[in-house]
């Protein structure tokens, strides 16, 4: 006598959310690149600054991340909206991020 195989089983395998990913974000010259970026809660911004002195990933009354020379740096995005941020040692480096819940 055969015996069919649970279904829940298989049903279980079907739903599963979509992965966060890490989306990098070089530094070069003094700039952001891409300057502007898509994203989802959850996803991870790494730069890499290229450059020979520092820079920093600043959100005003948010987060601030500092890249060291030649190094890296990131932040997981943790809230859903547009997002403009700077390098507090060259103001004029800017970047922007969409993130969609
Ligand atoms: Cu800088």
Known sequence: MR???P???ALALVASPALATTIEV?????VFSPASVQA???DT?????K???AHTA???GGWDVTIQPKSKGKVTLKAAGAVDYFCRFHPNMKGHLEVSP
């Open 3 to 5: 015996t069919a195989l």
């Open 7 to 9: 279904l829940a089983t």
């Open 26 to 30: 070089t530094i070069d010259k003094l």
């Open 40 to 42: 989802k809660v959850g």
């Open 45 to 49: 911004i790494e730069w890499t600054n």
């Open 51 to 53: 450059d020979v002195f």
């Open 58 to 60: 600043t959100v005003k």
